[in-house]
Protein backbone atom coordinates (compact mmCIF):
# COMPACT_ATOMS: atom_id res chain seq x y z
CA UNK A 1 0.00 0.00 0.00
CA UNK A 2 1.68 3.56 -0.72
CA UNK A 3 1.00 5.75 1.75
CA UNK A 4 2.02 10.14 1.84
CA UNK A 5 2.76 11.11 4.68
CA UNK A 6 2.45 15.51 4.97
CA UNK A 7 3.43 17.47 7.65
CA UNK A 8 3.30 19.30 9.56
CA UNK A 9 -0.58 18.36 10.27
CA UNK A 10 -1.47 22.14 11.37
CA UNK A 11 0.13 25.25 11.09
CA UNK A 12 -0.67 28.41 12.02
CA UNK A 13 1.35 31.32 11.39
CA UNK A 14 1.36 35.54 10.68
CA UNK A 15 0.41 37.24 7.33
CA UNK A 16 4.08 38.29 6.13
CA UNK A 17 5.87 34.94 7.13
CA UNK A 18 7.32 32.30 5.05
CA UNK A 19 6.50 28.77 5.43
CA UNK A 20 7.04 24.80 4.06
CA UNK A 21 5.04 21.92 3.75
CA UNK A 22 6.29 18.59 3.30
CA UNK A 23 5.19 15.38 1.43
CA UNK A 24 6.75 12.20 1.59
CA UNK A 25 6.59 8.32 1.21
CA UNK A 26 8.50 5.31 0.59
CA UNK A 27 7.11 5.02 -2.78
CA UNK A 28 7.91 6.90 -6.19
CA UNK A 29 5.12 7.98 -7.89
CA UNK A 30 4.86 9.00 -11.95
CA UNK A 31 3.90 12.40 -10.81
CA UNK A 32 2.67 14.22 -7.60
CA UNK A 33 -0.38 16.82 -7.65
CA UNK A 34 -0.91 19.53 -4.91
CA UNK A 35 -4.41 20.68 -4.49
CA UNK A 36 -6.33 22.99 -2.07
CA UNK A 37 -9.08 21.92 -0.49
CA UNK A 38 -12.03 24.51 0.89
CA UNK A 39 -14.42 22.95 3.52
CA UNK A 40 -16.91 21.06 1.99
CA UNK A 41 -15.87 21.94 -1.72
CA UNK A 42 -13.53 19.48 -4.11
CA UNK A 43 -9.36 19.49 -4.12
CA UNK A 44 -8.62 22.07 -6.41
CA UNK A 45 -5.28 20.91 -8.42
CA UNK A 46 -2.62 23.56 -7.97
CA UNK A 47 0.12 22.34 -9.76
CA UNK A 48 1.31 18.74 -11.29
CA UNK A 49 5.12 17.83 -11.37
CA UNK A 50 6.37 15.07 -13.28
CA UNK A 51 10.40 15.10 -13.09
CA UNK A 52 12.36 14.32 -10.73
CA UNK A 53 14.11 17.66 -9.01
CA UNK A 54 11.54 19.57 -10.82
CA UNK A 55 10.52 22.99 -9.47
CA UNK A 56 7.04 25.02 -10.40
CA UNK A 57 6.70 28.24 -9.37
CA UNK A 58 2.89 29.86 -8.56
CA UNK A 59 3.00 33.22 -8.11
CA UNK A 60 4.18 33.11 -3.89
CA UNK A 61 3.71 29.32 -4.37
CA UNK A 62 6.62 27.16 -5.13
CA UNK A 63 6.84 23.35 -5.44
CA UNK A 64 9.64 20.83 -5.77
CA UNK A 65 9.46 17.34 -6.55
CA UNK A 66 12.13 15.33 -5.26
CA UNK A 67 15.92 14.18 -7.05
CA UNK A 68 13.69 10.09 -7.09
CA UNK A 69 10.15 11.25 -7.09
CA UNK A 70 9.27 10.44 -3.72
CA UNK A 71 8.86 13.40 -2.11
CA UNK A 72 7.39 16.93 -2.56
CA UNK A 73 7.71 20.38 -0.67
CA UNK A 74 5.50 23.34 -0.84
CA UNK A 75 7.24 26.63 -0.59
CA UNK A 76 5.31 29.65 0.56
CA UNK A 77 6.39 33.28 0.66
CA UNK A 78 4.95 36.10 2.83
CA UNK A 79 1.70 34.21 3.06
CA UNK A 80 -1.45 35.97 3.00
CA UNK A 81 -4.44 35.36 4.87
CA UNK A 82 -6.46 34.20 1.39
CA UNK A 83 -4.02 31.42 1.33
CA UNK A 84 -5.77 29.99 4.49
CA UNK A 85 -6.83 26.09 3.53
CA UNK A 86 -6.24 22.26 3.59
CA UNK A 87 -3.06 21.77 1.15
CA UNK A 88 -3.25 18.13 -0.04
CA UNK A 89 -0.67 15.96 -2.04
CA UNK A 90 -1.25 13.35 -4.19
CA UNK A 91 0.49 11.01 -6.43
CA UNK A 92 -0.13 9.16 -9.35
CA UNK A 93 0.86 5.38 -10.45
CA UNK A 94 1.57 2.83 -10.97
CA UNK A 95 -2.69 2.68 -11.38
CA UNK A 96 -4.54 4.97 -12.38
CA UNK A 97 -6.08 6.41 -8.79
CA UNK A 98 -4.63 9.29 -6.84
CA UNK A 99 -3.33 8.28 -3.46
CA UNK A 100 -3.93 11.21 -1.07
CA UNK A 101 -2.20 12.28 1.89
CA UNK A 102 -3.88 13.63 4.62
CA UNK A 103 -3.25 17.24 4.06
CA UNK A 104 -1.87 20.04 5.99
CA UNK A 105 -4.43 22.88 7.35
CA UNK A 106 -2.64 25.84 6.88
CA UNK A 107 -4.19 28.93 8.84
CA UNK A 108 -2.24 32.82 7.93
CA UNK A 109 -3.33 34.97 10.80
CA UNK A 110 -3.83 38.97 9.36
CA UNK B 1 -14.09 27.48 -17.49
CA UNK B 2 -15.20 24.07 -17.65
CA UNK B 3 -16.38 22.12 -14.75
CA UNK B 4 -17.01 19.10 -13.14
CA UNK B 5 -20.56 19.24 -12.12
CA UNK B 6 -22.34 17.02 -9.70
CA UNK B 7 -25.63 16.34 -8.23
CA UNK B 8 -27.30 16.06 -5.60
CA UNK B 9 -25.01 18.11 -3.47
CA UNK B 10 -26.67 16.19 -0.37
CA UNK B 11 -28.65 13.18 -0.39
CA UNK B 12 -29.79 12.16 3.14
CA UNK B 13 -30.65 7.88 2.63
CA UNK B 14 -31.74 5.50 4.79
CA UNK B 15 -29.56 2.02 5.01
CA UNK B 16 -30.22 -0.50 2.62
CA UNK B 17 -31.86 2.10 -0.10
CA UNK B 18 -30.08 2.56 -3.58
CA UNK B 19 -28.18 5.95 -4.24
CA UNK B 20 -27.28 6.87 -7.19
CA UNK B 21 -24.76 9.56 -7.68
CA UNK B 22 -24.42 11.90 -10.87
CA UNK B 23 -21.91 13.55 -12.69
CA UNK B 24 -21.24 15.89 -15.46
CA UNK B 25 -17.53 15.66 -16.58
CA UNK B 26 -15.51 18.33 -18.47
CA UNK B 27 -16.87 17.85 -21.76
CA UNK B 28 -13.74 16.60 -24.24
CA UNK B 29 -12.20 14.60 -21.14
CA UNK B 30 -11.42 11.14 -21.79
CA UNK B 31 -10.66 9.17 -18.00
CA UNK B 32 -13.21 10.00 -15.05
CA UNK B 33 -12.88 8.94 -11.89
CA UNK B 34 -14.77 8.55 -8.13
CA UNK B 35 -13.26 9.61 -4.98
CA UNK B 36 -14.31 9.52 -1.05
CA UNK B 37 -13.66 11.47 1.78
CA UNK B 38 -15.12 10.17 4.73
CA UNK B 39 -15.17 12.77 7.62
CA UNK B 40 -12.02 14.01 8.72
CA UNK B 41 -10.09 11.54 6.51
CA UNK B 42 -8.54 11.27 3.61
CA UNK B 43 -9.66 11.16 -0.14
CA UNK B 44 -9.75 7.66 -1.24
CA UNK B 45 -9.72 6.28 -4.89
CA UNK B 46 -12.62 4.55 -5.94
CA UNK B 47 -12.71 3.56 -9.26
CA UNK B 48 -11.18 4.67 -12.89
CA UNK B 49 -13.64 4.71 -15.77
CA UNK B 50 -11.88 5.10 -19.69
CA UNK B 51 -13.70 4.08 -22.72
CA UNK B 52 -16.49 3.21 -21.24
CA UNK B 53 -15.36 0.16 -19.06
CA UNK B 54 -14.04 0.40 -16.02
CA UNK B 55 -10.15 0.71 -15.63
CA UNK B 56 -8.64 0.04 -12.11
CA UNK B 57 -10.98 0.02 -8.93
CA UNK B 58 -9.52 -0.04 -5.19
CA UNK B 59 -10.79 -2.42 -2.74
CA UNK B 60 -13.33 -0.36 -1.21
CA UNK B 61 -15.13 -0.31 -5.02
CA UNK B 62 -16.80 -3.81 -3.66
CA UNK B 63 -20.33 -5.53 -5.48
CA UNK B 64 -22.31 -3.27 -4.17
CA UNK B 65 -20.71 -0.16 -6.03
CA UNK B 66 -20.97 0.36 -10.05
CA UNK B 67 -20.44 3.27 -12.10
CA UNK B 68 -21.83 4.04 -15.57
CA UNK B 69 -21.67 6.68 -18.35
CA UNK B 70 -25.41 6.05 -19.58
CA UNK B 71 -25.73 8.88 -22.83
CA UNK B 72 -22.25 9.69 -23.54
CA UNK B 73 -22.44 12.93 -20.88
CA UNK B 74 -23.42 11.94 -17.45
CA UNK B 75 -21.00 9.50 -14.95
CA UNK B 76 -23.06 7.80 -12.40
CA UNK B 77 -21.95 6.25 -9.12
CA UNK B 78 -24.19 3.66 -7.80
CA UNK B 79 -24.75 1.97 -4.19
CA UNK B 80 -27.10 -0.61 -4.64
CA UNK B 81 -27.78 -1.49 -0.40
CA UNK B 82 -26.04 1.46 1.61
CA UNK B 83 -24.45 1.20 4.76
CA UNK B 84 -24.10 3.39 7.62
CA UNK B 85 -19.95 3.27 6.63
CA UNK B 86 -21.15 4.55 3.21
CA UNK B 87 -22.12 7.90 4.81
CA UNK B 88 -18.96 10.68 2.97
CA UNK B 89 -17.81 13.14 0.64
CA UNK B 90 -18.27 11.42 -2.97
CA UNK B 91 -16.43 13.36 -5.72
CA UNK B 92 -16.38 12.88 -9.26
CA UNK B 93 -13.31 13.72 -11.55
CA UNK B 94 -12.06 13.94 -15.00
CA UNK B 95 -9.40 13.96 -16.76
CA UNK B 96 -8.08 14.32 -20.23
CA UNK B 97 -4.42 13.43 -19.49
CA UNK B 98 -3.10 13.14 -16.34
CA UNK B 99 -4.17 16.32 -14.52
CA UNK B 100 -7.58 15.65 -12.82
CA UNK B 101 -10.19 18.04 -12.20
CA UNK B 102 -12.62 17.64 -9.08
CA UNK B 103 -16.53 18.35 -8.82
CA UNK B 104 -17.61 20.05 -5.55
CA UNK B 105 -18.97 16.22 -4.50
CA UNK B 106 -22.22 15.30 -2.96
CA UNK B 107 -22.52 14.39 0.72
CA UNK B 108 -24.13 11.49 1.56
CA UNK B 109 -25.45 10.53 4.94
CA UNK B 110 -26.99 6.65 5.61
CA UNK B 111 -29.00 7.19 8.68
Known amino acids: TQLLEQSPQFLSIQEGENLTVYCNSS?????LQWYRQEPGEGPVLLVT?????EVKKLKRLTFQFGDARKDSSLHITAAQPGDTGLYLC??????????FGKGTHLIIQP | EPEVTQTPSHQVTQMGQEVILRCVPISNHLYFYWYRQILGQKVEFLVS????????KSEIFDDQFSVERPDGSNFTLKIRSTKLEDSAMYFCASSFYGELFFGEGSRLTVL
Open chain 1, 90 to 99: AGLGPGDGLT
Open chain 1, 49 to 53: VVTGG
Open chain 1, 27 to 31: SVFSS
Open chain 2, 49 to 56: FYNNEISE
